[in-house]
Structures are given as C-alpha cells and as structure tokens.
C-alpha cells in the first residue's frame, strides 16, 4: 500500500466555520507535511510532523491546527479562515529515517473559503 | 538553505520531439533532488531522484535527469514526448540542514503539440 488518502477532496467554509482536513498513510512513515498549494504556484510547507511531535511550522498562521494523533493519521483544524486561504491543501509522508526519502502525495483537498 | 531554480514556467514541445525541462540547484554539499509531476486537480507523483548514487537517474514514463554538479543542474528530459506527459513539473531539493524539509521549484507547465 503506497497511498496516502486525503478526505474531504472538496470543502467549502465560511470564515466563522471550524473544518477539519484529514491525511492517512498505511506506508509507516514517520514523517508527514502538510503543503498549501495555490493555482499555478508550487507546494508550500506548512508543517512537518516527525515521529508524531511537530519539528516545522513555517510561521503559519494560528488559525491552521495542526494534529498527529498517531503515527498514521494527519489533521489539519480549520477556523476562522480567510478568502485568501482558499487553496489546494496537500498532506505528504517519507520514511523519516533516510535523508534519501521522497515525499509521497495525497490527492489533496481543495478548500475553499466564503 | 538550499533552493532550486526552474527556467521556463511554460514548455511547449511537438508529439515525438524530445522533452527538456530545466532545473539548478544551489548548494555548496551534494544536494538530494527529486523530479515531481503534478496533472491538474491532483496530488505530485514522483518521477526519479538524485540521491548521489549515480549522475544519470532514470524514472518512469521514460523520463531520465542528469546530475552536472560543474553546472550545478538536474535537467529532465524525455526522448519522445507524448500527449499524455502534458502537466506541470517541479523539481525540488531535500535540505540537508533540517533535512525533513522539501522545497520546490517554481515549476514548468509542459503542453504538448499534436
């Protein structure tokens, strides 16, 4: 099993809403990201769980949550969103032991925000 | 912290001629680089990795990247382009200070001509 699955696939939120954004690997990784991708521009990491204790945040703003509840298993809590946050949300994991690892995809969730 | 450049955010190729797709990194020890494909509305696949083990690395699809660390580049290429290998291509570069970070390129949008 190499996927990493990612639900909802389409979430539509207005800016006084909690949502939450799901990631799952089966692969054993201990590593998992959360990237935040807008139209025409490349990935940008968000957070970065290693061995379920968070070791990135890239200054994001509080109003994403991150969660790791176990090892498989990727939350991103929504609130209080923005317009501006409206984008394609991309849950990603690597073995995390092996500097050589490659980041597997999810299919990712687009979000979009009222 | 190491980065990636992409020359050219648009490609346009003929069915049939040979696919390049530029990428330089910038970093003064052996770079970990990887070749992503992302078609729309879905997540990024890997194509093929650079992890010091051989200069030329072949991926699927039949797509092959060189390593020129005098150039300090990691083109893509592809022989024959088809119809289907119409996406948008990142190159991206582990960094080997917090080595879980993975950061990419601008991208290039690769449109192939019937």
């Known amino acids: 099993d190499t996927e990493v699955t990612q639900t909802p696939k389409h979430l539509v939120m207005g800016m006084t809403n909690k949502k939450s954004l799901k990631c799952e690997q089966h692969m054993g990784h201990r590593a998992m990201y959360w990237y935040k991708q807008k139209a025409k521009k490349p990935p940008e990491l968000m957070f970065v769980?290693?061995?379920?204790?968070?070791?990135i945040n890239e200054s994001v703003p509080s109003r994403f949550s991150p969660e790791c509840p176990n090892s498989s298993l990727l939350n991103l809590h929504l609130h209080a969103l923005q317009p501006e946050d409206s984008a394609l949300y991309l849950c990603a994991s690597r073995t995390g032991t092996a500097n050589t690892g490659e980041l597997f995809f999810g299919e990712g969730s687009r979000l979009t925000v009222l | 912290a190491q980065s990636v450049t992409q020359l050219g955010s648009h490609v346009s190729v003929s069915e049939g001629a040979l696919v390049l797709l530029r990428c330089n990194y910038s970093s003064s020890v052996p770079p970990y680089l990887f070749w992503y494909v992302q078609y729309p509305n879905q997540g990024l696949q890997l194509l093929l990795k650079y992890t010091s083990a051989a200069t030329l690395v072949k991926g699927i699809n039949g797509f092959e990247a060189e390593f020129k660390k005098s150039e300090t580049s990691f083109h893509l290429t592809k022989p024959s382009a088809h119809m289907s290998d119409a996406a948008e291509y990142f190159c991206a570069v582990l960094n080997s200070g917090g080595y879980q970070k993975v950061t990419f390129g601008t991208g290039t949008k690769l449109q192939v001509i019937p």
């Open positions: 769980y290693s061995y379920e204790k968070l070791s």
